[in-house]
């Protein structure tokens, strides 16, 4: 049988945080060589460009994030590793899934009610049509899984009702996708633990290029909550629940094991011991992206593109002659 096909991509629009790493980049690792799917990993600089951004800043976080899919593991063996923008069948077949998508649909996003903010109506066209050229990155591959973090489910439901859509109307020519979380589909903010850790919140990020000094002074003063106690509890711990999940997932402790060890020390003890299970992940990343070279990078992305242009390409045809294009 053949092997499901699994696909994701992450926006080169500053630097990678530990959101990212926990919610998608390192899992993308693991899925990669469990060896049980077909993997597609893509830089999605097309939906970047709907974030204000200058040329050179674009060429600059595009490469630096190519060296962060080599460095975290991806490999161009295992995977295919693609550039949105090389392969045009993304913005063709999203112009065709434009035509089937109500607006409605579009302005209950919550990501586009967050970014576009009080001035919905100066956002640009391209930030309310993001989860439409998400739905075409993903229906072009026929792929079943796409791993992503929590704030990616509303979009995936809006691909699988254009799937549903098209398929109902053209004949079936599309495979509904499902997403996968990891134990950390939603990495809080380490200023504040009830916002998600997003770039758009430097303050409250650990980013993954940053100096072992920069992290523990970062943990040190993470906010944590009322009492003494190191215990898993989202709602009146959020602070240390956090901080366990992030422990947890990079030590792979479990979390009650975390619970037992840390019973009888303070948050002090237990914040510094989390720095040093940071530091110590991603040290060898640090270590692997300094040595990728752009050439390296740029010619493991140039094989993907052929590959995955290969396979888009015929999909278009596909769609194109079911919609009635000559
Ligand atoms: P982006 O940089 O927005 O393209 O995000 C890349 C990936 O990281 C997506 O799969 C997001 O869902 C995931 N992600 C972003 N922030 C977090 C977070 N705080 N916790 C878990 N996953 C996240
Ligand atoms: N929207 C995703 C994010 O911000 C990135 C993305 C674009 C994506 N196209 C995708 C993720 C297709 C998975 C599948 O994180």
Redesign the pocket.
Known sequence: MAKPILI????P?GKL?L??Y???LKHFVELQNSGKYRCFFFI?DLHSLTEPYTPKEKVAQITDLMRSFLAAGLSPIKSVLFMQSAIPAHSELAWILNTLTPMGELRRMTQFKEKSGVSAESASVGLFDYPVLMAADVLLYDAGVVP?????DQHLELTRTLARKFNARFGKTFVEPKSLHTA?????SLDDPTK???KSRPAGCLFLDDSPAEIRTKLGRATTDSGKEVKYDEKHKPGISNLLLIHSSLSGASVSALEKRYARKGYADFKRNVAEVVVKALTPYQAKKKKVSLSSAKSAFTKGDKAAGAIAEKKTVEVKKKVGLL
């Open positions: 994701s991509g992450i926006q629009s945080h959101g990212n926990l919610g998608a999605a992503v973090g929590d704030d990616q950390v589909p939603r990495l809080m998600k850790m997003s």
